[in-house]
């Protein structure tokens, strides 16, 4: 069993990710795993991610906070326990243009 504990998890820092704080919970140097990672990621307010894609799918789930998602597909809102899964190579901006912080669990394959 490996346990992270909030407090103690890794931070890292993906590029293009403004005015956000991201942590590993699972997965690269939060320990081993076989299949996937997971992340917490805590979006200020104003906070962004450039519009991109990545090669595997993202999962996300909103824990607390309002968080909008903006796709080729259109734009969803997603508030506390909603959740969506973007395919590989579905670019994605996600933005907190709420006044309080979102707080968002990420689940990626390892790649």
Same mark, same amino acid.
């Given at each position: 069993?490996?346990?992270?504990?909030?407090?103690?998890?890794?931070?890292? #820092?993906?590029?293009?990710?403004?005015?956000?704080?991201? =942590?590993? $919970?699972? !997965?690269?140097?939060?320990? %081993?795993? +076989? /299949?996937?990672?997971?992340?917490?990621?805590?979006?200020?307010?104003?906070?962004?991610?450039? #519009?991109?894609?990545?090669?595997?799918?993202?999962?996300? =789930?909103? $824990?607390? !906070?309002?968080?909008?998602? %903006?796709? +080729? /597909?259109?734009?969803?809102?997603?508030?506390?326990?909603?959740?969506?899964?973007?395919?590989?190579?579905?670019?994605?901006?996600?933005?907190?243009?709420?006044?309080?912080?979102?707080?968002?669990?990420?689940?990626?394959?390892?790649?």
């Amino acid at each position: 069993m490996n346990v992270t504990r909030f407090d103690s998890a890794p931070e890292y #820092f993906p590029e293009n990710h403004f005015l956000m704080r991201c =942590v590993r $919970l699972q !997965g690269h140097e939060a320990g %081993e795993s +076989d /299949a996937l990672w997971l992340g917490v990621s805590t979006i200020r307010p104003g906070g962004y991610t450039s #519009f991109s894609a990545s090669a595997v799918e993202k999962h996300y =789930v909103v $824990l607390s !906070g309002e968080l909008t998602v %903006e796709t +080729d /597909a259109g734009t969803e809102v997603l508030r506390a326990n909603d959740s969506c899964r973007l395919a590989p190579g579905e670019a994605r901006a996600l933005r907190n243009l709420s006044s309080t912080a979102v707080t968002v669990l990420l689940a990626m394959p390892l790649s």
